[in-house]
């Protein structure tokens, strides 16, 4: 049984003030939710008040991205060490607009991805293809690519895989059920092919769009395992109905 993981994904939204506003009102709300990972990852200026006001409930903290070295001379980056140290579980690894505007290719992500384990920090490692890339026919071909690319010589623990496909994302664009399933399949396929059996426990989140509307109808795909929430994690009640889903 794979237990549900739901994450925020906060992007570069919320100061201090407002985090703390959040976590007041949300805290609350889901305090009761069990059986079900809960994530939230805000923007690194964040950490400190959400990791204070996270300690002893049902929340788990995530930074948003990674830096592969452990520290020295690279201006602006945060290191492994660092987001541990910060009250970090998690690390969100490889997202398109990671990939996009900061032209992360799939070796820097493969080689956060084993920084931020060696760290003992779960990953949170998205993939998903463009809609050129969809309407081209290359979507499968795709994830292969980045599943084999990101997960070179990394082992299955502490993986949580995210398929967002890009032209879903922030677009109010979902996957139907049909899409989100067939790729979500595909990737524990591949999975599959480099870890066997384990690939069995590896959570699959689905991104792009999700809201309170349709999560529930995505959650019964037999391969969607969680989300990952960008805009709709924004407010509390909104996000509490998220992760408090039905099956
Ligand atoms: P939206 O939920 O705003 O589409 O964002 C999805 C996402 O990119 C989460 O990482």
Redesign the pocket.
């Known amino acids: 049984m794979r237990k549900p993981f739901i994450a925020a ?1 906060w992007k570069m939204n919320k100061t201090i003030g407002e985090t703390k506003s959040f976590l007041d009102e949300f805290i609350p709300l889901v305090k009761d939710a069990k059986d079900v990972d809960i994530i939230i990852a805000p923007p690194f200026t964040s950490l400190g008040i959400a990791s204070a006001m996270l300690k002893d409930t049902n929340i788990q903290l995530s930074a948003q991205d990674i830096f592969y070295e452990e520290k020295g001379a690279f201006t602006g980056e945060v290191s492994p060490v660092m987001l541990a140290d910060a009250g970090c579980e998690h690390v969100i690894i490889g ?1 398109s607009e990671r990939r996009q505007y900061f032209h992360e290719t799939d070796e820097i992500v493969n080689k956060k991805i084993k920084a931020a384990r060696k760290q003992g920090l779960d990953v949170i490692f ?1 993939i998903g293809e463009s809609l050129e890339e969809r309407e081209s026919g290359k979507t499968l071909d795709v994830l292969e690519r980045e599943v084999e690319n990101g997960l070179k010589d990394v082992p299955a623990d502490g993986i949580v895989v ?1 398929y ?1 496909p890009i032209w ?4 109010g664009k979902t996957a139907t059920i049909e899409q989100a399933q067939e790729a979500h399949k595909y990737i524990r396929e591949r999975l599959a092919s480099i870890y066997g059996n384990k690939a069995n426990e590896i959570r699959i989140l689905y ?4 809201t309170p509307d349709n999560v529930d109808s995505l959650m019964a795909c037999e391969d969607v395992d969680g989300a ?5 994690s924004l407010k509390p009640d909104s996000f509490a109905r998220i992760v408090k889903f039905k099956k």
């Open positions: 994904n997202h998205c995210a967002e879903a994302i922030g677009t991104g792009g769009s999700v990952l929430v960008g805009g709709a």
